[in-house]
Nanobody, 117 residues
């Protein structure tokens, strides 16, 4: 059984900060990348940030300079530190793992981030 559990979503005022966590468990058998996606009401799911097995990162243009993705391999956990939140960041945030053997995509259940103004 493979499990991804997100935490850290909350209601926050505009300009505030949050840190999301995604803890993984189970027999994944290697990871190519870990990342965060989000889906706002009425919109499609979009990539927010990814970190590869080599440590390279990539961010959506809308969050560059405000969000930082990181990982703790010993804890099998990926984080998303978010600063200067605004109403456009309101969404359900999903943790994603791209596993190696076999190659497949794994998803968490999501955590709600709501930014009020």
């Amino acid at each position: 059984q493979v499990r991804l559990v997100e935490s850290g979503g909350d209601l926050v005022q505009a300009g505030g900060s949050l840190r999301l966590s995604c803890a993984t468990s189970g027999n994944i058998n290697g990871i190519n990348s870990m990342g965060w996606y989000r889906q706002a009401p009425g919109k499609q799911r979009e990539l927010v940030a990814v970190i590869t097995s080599s440590g390279s990162t990539n961010y959506a243009d809308s969050v560059k300079g405000r969000f930082t993705i990181s990982r703790d391999n010993a804890k099998n956990t990926v984080y998303l530190q978010m600063y200067s939140l605004n109403s456009e960041d309101t969404a359900v945030y999903y943790c994603n793992v791209e596993a190696r053997w076999p190659r497949r995509s794994l998803w968490g259940q999501g955590t709600q981030v709501t930014v009020s103004s």
